[in-house]
């Protein structure tokens, strides 16, 4: 990166900064010692592309994908993925006893890593020559390794996508006309879990059979005639029995296809609703993670507040959406048979013996994304 470009930005940040400050294009000109032309440039872009914060740019990141941001940086800087680097500077020195001198110095480091901006070089020489006197040379080296992690590519790969301009920030319904399949997207929201997946740690297969049948019991008693024979008790006892079992093994049946479903362990859902939308009016976020990637491999940390998600939209949607959707056994069943389980379900909620009311629509707008990093 020339220091051209470094200081067009360091510029560009300053001009930002002054801006939000209340001074004018005459002012800031000024300060900066560019014509007024070229501020107002600068805040035309600041217009169309925002800075991050610059709390923003220094991320705490609990969750990223290292094969997304390594391939990203790899092209945008159309290089191979730097691993490590390696400077070593010289000084060498010549000393004279008699009332001449003479001394030579010399050091260099230059990176060669496009992104990198301490890249510099130095070669100082000087020599004085002498004719008396004994000499004394002398030189040092001193080597200096330079690594490279996943923190120093995402922050390159942010800001490289910032300075194209390829980062579509979403804040509400009415900046998601420039977002389509494919685009870079930020934004904040406060994130929350599936809920069926933890409905299903308490909904095994053998509980809600048990609350199917009870269920089914306890409604066919309410309407038995107790007048009748000894007979028609016993026949009418059998018929419930039969019906119970038969519903309560369809249930458990149903259970168990939903859980191995929903029991993806390499990918997770979170439903999030994005921060600062406008007029009040809500975006809901579908961000699919792959577990492993999360920071100690702790799935719930993104439930612990508002994060900040720089991800590619894979789809949007102005409908309302089912969160059952890319569940292969649900998306398939027949809404009779969902309305039934939800009936004892709803059943065993109001019976107290857990609480089983799901939320089971996505409220529009909806963009779905999968995250490459996600910070505070």
Same mark, same amino acid.
């Not at 299903?200 to 048990?210: I, S």
């Not at 929903?262 to 609703?273: D, I, L, P, Q, S």
């Not at 699919?288 to 507040?305: A, H, M, P, V, W």
């Given at each position: ?124 020489? @000087?020599?004085?020559? $002498? *004719?008396?006197? =004994? +000499? %004394? ?10 690594? !490279? ?122 439903? @999030?609703?994005?921060? $600062? *939308?406008?007029? =009040? +009016? %809500? ?10 990637? !999360? ?82």
């Amino acid at each position: 990166m020339t220091s051209n470009t470094t200081s067009r930005e360091v510029r560009l940040r300053e001009t930002d900064r002054l801006l939000k400050r209340g001074l004018g294009y005459t002012d800031i000109a000024e300060y900066l010692g560019v014509k007024k032309r070229t501020v107002e440039e600068y805040a035309a872009e600041l217009r169309r592309s925002p800075l991050p914060e610059e709390s923003d740019v220094f991320s705490l990141v609990i969750y990223q994908n290292p094969e997304y941001v390594s391939a990203l940086l790899q092209q945008l800087f159309a290089i191979g993925l730097p691993v490590e680097e390696f400077a070593e500077t010289v000084n060498t020195a010549m000393r004279k006893s008699a009332a001449e001198a003479g001394a030579q110095v010399s050091g260099g480091f230059k990176s060669a890593i496009p992104f990198m901006k301490t890249g510099a070089s130095a070669d100082v020489n @000087g020599h004085v020559k $002498g *004719s008396m006197g =004994g +000499e %004394d040379k002398g030189e040092q080296r001193h080597h200096q390794k330079f690594s !490279f992690t996943q923190a120093n590519y995402l922050h390159n790969v942010r800001q490289a996508l910032y300075d194209r301009e390829l980062i579509q920030c979403v804040t509400g319904p009415r900046s998601l006309d420039d977002v389509e399949v494919g685009t870079f997207v930020e934004f904040s929201a406060s994130f929350q879990a599936n809920e069926i997946n933890s409905i299903l740690d308490l909904a095994t297969p053998e509980l809600v059979a048990a609350i199917v049948r009870h269920q089914h019991k306890k409604e066919a008693l309410k309407i038995f005639n107790f007048q009748e024979g000894h007979d028609a008790r016993q026949a009418y006892a059998m018929k419930i029995e039969i019906e119970a079992n038969a519903k309560a093994d369809l249930a458990s049946a149903a259970t168990i296809a939903v859980r191995q479903d929903f029991r993806n362990e390499t990918t997770r859902e979170y439903f @999030g609703t994005i921060i $600062g *939308s406008e007029d =009040g +009016e %809500d975006v809901t976020a579908v961000t699919i993670c792959d577990t492993e990637y !999360f920071l100690n491999q702790d799935k719930d940390r993104i439930l612990d507040g508002t994060f900040k998600v720089l991800g590619k939209v894979t789809q949007v949607s102005y409908d309302d959406l089912s969160i059952l959707s890319r569940n292969k056994f649900l998306n398939r069943m027949q809404q009779p048979m969902i309305d039934e389980l939800s009936k004892h379900l709803k059943a065993a909620s109001a019976a107290g013996q857990f609480d089983a009311t799901l939320t089971l629509a996505l409220e529009a707008p909806i963009i779905k994304v999968i995250p490459i990093a996600i910070y505070l």
